[in-house]
């Protein structure tokens, strides 16, 4: 069965940019989270997707969006990139996203904003 | 809000030595509690968990208690290895009401350790 598959693993943008990151959640997972990673503030939560919908979200600017797609398949966007948004970003996924699942993570994907 | 509190690291050790790495946390209702680890360049692998008191969860001779009187979930291992050496987070899974918990982790700081052989 395949992970949880995150593209690309590494962007390069400037300020202003904005990027988009793809992740591809395990088959039959249903529940895809995101989040940040950063050396200063460590993991931090973004927001969760379950059929389509944001059901959870953290503390981050309107810049940090995402959506998921029928197949599961969730992007996230962020737009006029600062230089703090430089980080990992990991999505996981779970069945249903319940207290007591299990997350998988990804890979992720290395974001540097120049 | 949630919140877990690991131990001050790094952490470095000599092979086969004991291992403990301290984590609090502090939650609304009952959550579950998680140990993950990472390694070099990649991300998260579950390492164990458990989803109530007094649970213990072990896995590739780690192991780590639910202590809900002491709201702690203590990582050990009896003999490391330098294949240990990683960063290890502890992480709890809020059992508040409504839909603050769906996908949501919350994450302690990390521990990086490092075993010498």
């Known amino acids: 069965k395949a992970g949880v598959t995150q593209t690309p693993r590494y962007l390069i943008k400037t300020r202003g940019q904005q990027v988009t990151l793809s992740c591809s959640p395990i088959?039959?997972?249903?529940?895809v989270s995101w989040y940040q990673q950063t050396p200063g503030q460590g993991l931090q939560f973004l927001f969760e997707?379950?059929?389509?919908?944001?059901?959870n979200k953290g503390n981050f600017p309107g810049r940090f969006s995402g959506r998921q797609f029928s197949n599961s398949r969730s992007e996230m966007n962020v737009s006029t990139l600062e230089l703090g948004d430089s980080a990992l970003y990991l999505c996981?996924?779970?069945?249903?996203?319940?207290?007591?699942?299990?997350?998988?993570f990804g890979s992720g994907t290395q974001l540097s904003v120049l | 809000g949630d919140s877990v509190t690991q131990m001050e690291g790094p952490v470095t050790l000599s092979e086969e030595a004991f291992l403990t790495i301290n984590c609090t946390y502090t939650?609304?209702?009952?959550?579950?509690l998680f140990w993950y680890v990472q390694y070099p360049g990649e991300g998260l692998q579950l390492l164990l968990k458990?989803?109530?008191?007094?649970d213990k969860g072990s896995n590739k001779g780690f192991e780590a208690t639910y202590r809900k009187e002491t709201t702690s979930f203590h990582l050990e291992k009896g003999s490391v290895q330098v294949s240990d050496s990683a960063v290890y987070f502890c992480?709890?899974?809020?059992?508040?009401?409504?839909?603050?918990?769906?996908?949501?982790?919350?994450f302690g700081q990390g521990t990086i350790l490092t075993v010498h052989p």
């Open positions: 939650a609304t209702g009952y959550p579950s």
């Open positions: 996981a996924s779970s069945s249903s996203g319940m207290p007591n699942e299990k997350l998988f």
């Open positions: 992480a709890l899974k809020g059992g508040g009401a409504g839909g603050t918990s769906y996908g949501k982790l919350t």
């Open positions: 088959s039959g997972h249903r529940s």
């Open positions: 997707y379950f059929s389509e919908t944001q059901r």
């Open positions: 458990a989803t109530k008191a007094d």
